[in-house]
Structures are given as C-alpha cells and as structure tokens.
C-alpha cells in the first residue's frame, strides 16, 4: 500500500519533471517575454510530489513499516523515534531521496526568487536543473528505489547500524547534500548564463545568496562529521583525511573560491569565465565525490551497500554531464579582459582563488592517486596524512596573512600605507607566540609559523572590526566572523596538534599504571542491560600528580542485538583547556583490557571557531546592505 | 569552436580520469584475505629488525618451506603462541621469519629476550605499510609460503595446536 503510494509519486514526479522541460523548451522558443504561468503550477506540483514522497517515506521508517526494503535493512521497532526518522537518510536509497528532495527545492526556490530575472536566463536554469533531476530520478526508480516491497513482510527489521546511532551523525547527511546538492543549482545557473548570454553582473548577484547557503551548510555538514568521528569512533582525532573526508571537502574549497571571486563579477564585472567554472566544478566535484563514496571504489568509514550498476550509473551521469558542460562552456567564445591593480580587493580575492585551487589540487591528487595506482599498476598504496600535512600546511602561512589584509582593502586600487600597524600586530603576534611556547611548550618552526599568522589573523580582524564599528556599519561583520573564526580554528588545531598526548596501555581490573605524571587506575567493571543494548563499564581513575587533580572516566563497550555488534564508547570529559579522552577495548582470551588514554587540549575552541567560520556566511544571507 | 592547447590538456585529462573510473569500478576491491592464498609472493622489501640491511623476496631459499609471523611486543595473544612458533623453530623443513609490527625496537628485542627467539628472520614493518602486501589486518597473523614460493595457508589469529598440526603436516609432505 505504502510502496504502491510512494512508486505513484515518484513516477509523476518523473512525468512533471519530464513537463516542466518540455514546457521549458517550448516556452523559450516563443517570443513572448513573460515566462509560462504552467511552468510556475508544474514547479508547485513537484515540489509537492518529491516532498509528499519523503513525508511518505520517514512515516514508513516511523511506523516500521517493513512491507519496504529500505525499512526491513535500516530499522528496527525497539529504535528511538529520532534515530528512526534519522535511518530514512542512513542508507544509500532513503539518502538519494533527500538528495532529489534538495534539488527540487532549491531548483523551486530559485525559480520563484529568480521569476523576474531574463526570461531565458530563468528558463534555461530551470530547463538544466530538471534534467539533473530527472537524471537522478530515474536512478532512484531504476536501482535504488526506497520503495521498493519485500514478501513476507517481516516481523522485525534488521536495525540502523549503531555508530550510526548518534545526534550528530543524524544531521550531517541533511547538511552536507543541503551543501553539495545545493550546488547544483549553481551549475544550472551557470549553464543557463552561457546559453541565454546573460550579463556577468546579474549572474553573480543572482547565486550569490546561493553559494553563501550552500557553503554553510556544507561547512556546518564537515564539522559535525567530525564532530560525530571525534565523539562516536573513538581514535581521539577529529580529521582523518580520510578519501570520505577528502570528497566534502574538495567541493568545499570550490564554494570557498566561488563566494569570493563571485564578489568581484558583481562589484566589477571582471572574472566571468573562472565564475562559471568554478560554478560548473562545485556541482561536478560533487558528483564525483558521491561517485567515489557510492560505488564503493574507496574504501572508508562511509560504506554504502555496494552495487557496480550503481556506480556506473554515477559514472555515465557524471561522464554526460562533464560533458556536455564543456560542450556549453567551450562555445562562449568571449574572453575576459581585465586589468588588475596589484593592490586591491580584486586580486586579494584573486589570491584567495589561487589558494584553494592549490588545496583543491592537493587533496584531489592525493584522493585519487591510490585508485590510480590500483588501476594502472595493481599497487595498493595509501596516501595518508603526512602527505596532505607536510604540502599543505606551509602554504597555510601566506593564506592567513593575506585573509588578514584582504577585507580592508578597497575595490579597484589603494594606496597602501598602513605598515605601521602591520609592523606592530605582526610584533604582537610574535610576542604571544613567544609567550606560549615559553611557559607551555616548544614546538617546531613550521608550527610557530602558523600560530603566528593565524595570530595575526585575529588581531588585525579585531582591530579592523574595532575601527568599523564606530562608524556602525555591520556589512563587514560576517567576514569578520569568518575569517576571524578561520583564524581561532587553525591556531587551535596547531595548538591541539602539538599538545595532544597519548598513552597505550594493557591494563587489568584493580591495576594502576603511572607515565609521565599520570597515573591511570581501573577502579572496577560493571555490566548493565540497557534499552536495546548490553554494556561493560570500566571505571577509570585519572590522578594527575603534578597538578593534583582526579577524574573518573567511564568508557564503555556496548554489545548491540540486531545487528550484532560491538562498538566502543570513548569517556570524554570536556573543559576549556583540555579534553581528557579515554577508551578501552577487551583483549581476547585475557584479563587484560586495552586502554588508550589522550589528553587532547582546546577542542572545545576547535569546535567554536570552526561554528565561528561557518555562521559568517549564514549571516551574510541575512544582513542587507 | 577553436581547438586550443589548454582545451585538449583538459578534456583529455578528464577523459583519462573518467576511464581510470571506469576501470576501478571493474576491479574487485572487496578486502578479502582469503584471496591471496594460492598465489606466488609478490616482490616485497622489508628491513629487518636490528640492522638497516633488505630482506627481499630473493633472499626466500627455495628448497625450504617459510612462515611469515607478524607480531609485535605490545600484542598479547602473540605471546600466546609465542610456544608454538618456539616448537615450530625445531622444524628443518621451515624457516620461521618474524616480522615486527608497529612496535618499538626495544620493546621488541626485550619481547624476544624474555620469551625466546623463534625466527630464523627478524624483520620490522614499523609503520605497517609493508605488510599490506601480504592482506594483513590485524596480529597475529601467520603466512606459510611453500618452497616455489607460493602462498600455501594463511592462518588470523593467534597459532594454537591445531594449526601446529597442520603446518607440521604441510611442511612435510611427499
């Protein structure tokens, strides 16, 4: 009934898809300069369909129907109801939807903001969005269909696996596709751009908004992934350059690049070409991220079902929409000119640009290169973090001081003579840099190069904040908190990178162990049966000598029923300077029970600046002039 | 449309990615360990323990049979079939070559020094990047490669009597 209900939707959603390009196409070729008032109501009607459709399927996962598949696989009865709505997206089919849903709605948002733009500007980007959904529709229908029925209906479902079973994790798949999905709407923009000639200046002001949406959302997905790795798989590290990672965050550095140089299409209408390629490579990104994680080529903590019909329908998808994205941007035969002071907004922005193609460039090569060698030499290889740390982390250096400079220099020339103050916040930072590795503790000069500069970051954003707000103009407050942010983010991580520290031991109940000047008790164990779990509790004892303090620390191993695993809980305990990290595994066959204790200072900060960097743009969407 | 350089560097160049895409999908990259038993040893060069000298796959004498023990100090179920590879030691048809995983090379040696040395070899794979060769994934693991040099049984988990028997058996057949 359900599943009968669901194919019935999704199938006129296929049909009002399929309309709104005909309609699209027929109405561009008349002469007539209002835009189809059918194509408004056929825009509602999908929207309405694509969303009934997911209401359709979150009630089945809520109810438990497991007359579906997709429900039978990803949930079970005993579940909390946020972690039941939370498995309609926990699996390749349920996320697919949202995947169409945020298509749809961003393609229906932008047409009813964009309704009074150039006719065929309008019209082609609605045109080009619905063939990309109707691309990923009829991949929903053909091989990943949510509704899909089984018989039997069984009694009980398999469950959601339960690393999955976490709040963080429940909102970084809507977060990030709000993020990368959202890009779409910008590579249909940008093709429509191309193909109805629009004017550079009313392209930029209108995704703007949209690239400012999408790169939030897509910043706030990364950090709460970490935030969930940081919490949930207990290695005590928030950023593994993991290939999954690596897949959000190259279309990350293509937003990054385009909410910059977009500001200089509308401001000066410079720069149109890299725009649209850069929107054109946001969305194709992207796609080839989903591609890597979806077929299954990589191997990570983000495993999908795997299936090589799926793949390889991302693939041709991927191929055709590359494709023929060349096709339309090669035939725009016109060439940029412009002239750029070497001191102005334009080529700070410029610079911008320059460095997140060279990170882009980093951890794409770095991403794809084992799969490279798989292929052409059967070598398996894995480029791990020394690699991404050692080229790009120098280059961080010249990146946060001119993220510093850059927002207080002018459009289109300056005269700078401000070196009194540079001079000074430069000694400043020194100084402070000075004063931390003096009373805390040395580190290499590469790392105090970076806490320099990202010192600098934050005072000459400070002081340029400072200064503004006198004249109480705000416009300048969401790059303040994000490059501000940015600068609290990378002095943190450098800070937490040089002070974490981390003791393995194997240890047994009753024992205590001392290193350094910490000494690790295991107090005792407990066994507990809980709602759809059994657990083992080992309470810890942390005694540090030297500044006489104690914590108790409950990690924890949990045995789960369906599915059967086992996962193992870290014990946190959080404060502003540090967070102690404690995690202990069964050793088998032996009393003994390994424990890895770190101590992992500002990650409380790490997390602030990171929210910091993020709520910026979210702000600008809000803040007018 | 005007044929540029930089535009055949870069459809061709996205081309190029796109078939290494297509190719990947077609190999079978499911993990399995299982798959390895059965095929002849690829190259490989490890260092050993206590010297920076390579121990390579030539250096495999070829009228004995080998078993590759990957181990490391702070791992207690290999000190749990530390005896059985002591007693496998006694065997002339085997050379029992150790790698040490991810360990340190004091704890390592002291390891050995307490328990007794089993190995013929002592190799290291500090970073445990060599051993990926061989599909390890956890330790103990314990490889047997016949005198051709092929791998003949592969053996997770720590060796217990069973398995003692088996190699026995193995190693001194025809």
Excluded at chain 1, 42 to 71: G, K
Excluded at chain 1, 196 to 213: M, P, R, T
Excluded at chain 1, 402 to 420: H, L, S, V
Excluded at chain 1, 490 to 508: A, C, G, P, Q, T
Aim: aromatic content about 16%; charged content about 15%; hydrophobic content about 50%.
């Amino acid at each position: 009934m359900l599943s009968n209900l669901g194919n019935i939707l999704l199938f006129g959603s296929i049909f009002i898809t399929l309309s709104i390009i005909y309609f699209a196409y027929q109405n561009l070729k008349e002469k007539n300069i209002l835009i189809g008032k059918n194509l408004v109501y056929l825009s509602f009607f999908q929207i309405t369909f694509i969303i009934a459709s997911f209401l359709l399927l979150i009630f089945a996962f809520v109810f438990s129907d497991f007359s579906l598949l997709a429900v039978y696989q990803n949930s079970h009865t005993a579940k909390p109801i946020f972690y039941k709505i939370a498995g309609v997206w926990g699996n390749h089919e349920g996320s697919l939807l949202l995947w169409v849903n945020i298509m749809v709605i961003f393609s229906f948002l932008f047409f009813l903001f964009n309704y009074k733009l150039k006719k065929s500007y309008s019209l082609y980007t609605l045109l080009i969005q619905n063939i990309l959904i109707l691309g990923f529709l009829v991949f929903l229908i053909s091989n990943s269909n949510p509704f899909f029925k089984i018989l039997p209906i069984p009694s009980e479902g398999l469950g959601l696996n339960p690393i999955l079973q976490d709040p963080a994790l429940a909102i970084h798949p809507p977060l990030l596709y709000l993020g990368f999905v959202g890009s779409s709407i910008y590579f249909s923009a940008a093709m429509a751009a191309i193909l109805s000639n629009s004017n550079g200046k009313n392209f930029a002001s209108s995704i703007k908004i949209w690239v400012l949406i999408s790169w939030s959302f897509q910043s706030l997905g990364i950090i709460v992934g970490s935030i969930w790795a940081y919490y949930e798989l207990g290695w005590g590290g928030f950023w593994f350059w993991d290939p999954v990672e690596n897949a959000s965050l190259i279309p990350w550095f293509c937003m990054t690049a385009l909410a910059h140089s977009v500001l200089v299409l509308e401001k000066r209408n410079y720069l149109y070409n890299w725009v649209l390629i850069l929107s054109i490579i946001t969305f194709i990104s992207s796609v080839t991220g989903t591609f890597l994680v979806r077929s299954g080529i990589l191997n990570s903590v983000h495993t999908f079902a795997n299936d090589p019909a799926r793949g390889m329908y991302i693939l041709i998808f991927l191929s055709l929409m590359i494709f023929f994205s060349f096709i339309i941007f090669f035939k725009r035969k016109i060439n940029d000119n412009f002239y750029l002071e070497p001191i102005s907004k334009e080529t700070f922005i410029l610079g911008n640009n320059w460095f997140m193609m060279f990170y882009l460039a980093t951890v794409f090569i770095g991403t794809i290169y084992p799969i490279f060698t798989q292929v052409l030499y059967d070598t398996k290889i894995s480029v791990g973090p020394p690699f991404y740390n050692s080229v790009i982390a120098p280059i961080i250096i010249p990146f946060l001081i001119m993220m510093a400079i850059g927002p207080k220099i002018r459009w289109i020339k300056q005269k700078y003579n401000d070196y009194k103050s540079l001079i000074f916040i430069l000694i400043l930072s020194c100084v402070i840099n000075f004063l931390i590795f003096t009373f805390l503790k040395s580190y290499n000069l590469l790392s105090n190069l970076i806490i320099i500069s990202s010192l600098f970051l934050i005072i000459h954003s400070l002081k340029d904040f400072i200064i503004n707000s006198k004249t109480k103009s705000y416009y300048n407050l969401p790059s303040f908190l994000s490059h501000t942010g940015f600068g609290i983010l990378m002095l943190f991580i450098i800070l937490n990178h040089n002070y974490s520290r981390e003791y393995d031991l194997n240890i047994k109940v009753g024992e205590a162990k001392k290193i350094d000047n910490i000494e690790i008790k295991f107090e005792n164990l407990k066994i507990e049966k809980r709602d759809n779990y059994n657990v083992i509790i080992g309470n810890f004892n942390i005694l540090d000598l030297k500044k006489n303090y104690q914590k108790n620390l409950n990690p924890e191993i949990r045995i789960y029923d369906n599915p059967q695993t086992l996962t193992f809980e870290s014990a946190i305990k959080t404060n502003l300077k540090q967070d102690l990290y404690l995690t202990m595994s069964n050793i088998d066959g032996s009393d003994f029970y390994n424990v890895k204790f770190q101590i992992k200072p500002f990650m409380l900060w790490i997390w602030f600046a990171a929210f910091l960097t993020a709520s910026g743009a979210l702000l600008r969407t809000f803040l007018k002039k | 449309m005007k044929i540029s350089f930089l535009k055949i560097i870069s459809i061709s160049l996205v081309a190029f990615a796109l078939l290494v895409f297509f190719l990947a999908l077609n190999t079978d990259k499911r993990y399995s360990t299982e798959k390895i038993v059965g095929k002849s040893v690829d190259n490989f060069e490890i260092i050993f323990l206590n010297n920076d000298e390579v121990f390579k796959k030539q250096d495999l004498s070829n009228d004995k049979f080998h078993l590759l023990n990957i181990w490391a100090s702070w791992c207690l179920p290999c000190k749990k079939e530390h005896s059985i590879l002591m007693a496998l030691k006694k065997e002339n048809n085997l050379k029992i070559i150790g790698i040490n995983f991810k360990d340190k090379k004091l704890n390592a040696n002291n390891f050995l020094r307490e328990l007794g040395n089993p190995y013929d070899f002592s190799l290291s794979d500090k970073d445990g990047t060599k051993t990926i060769l061989f599909g390890v994934y956890g330790i103990p693991e314990s490889i047997l490669i016949d005198k051709k040099h092929k791998i003949i049984s592969k053996f997770i988990g720590p060796l217990d009597v069973n398995d003692y028997e088996d190699i026995l058996q193995l190693v001194n057949e025809k």
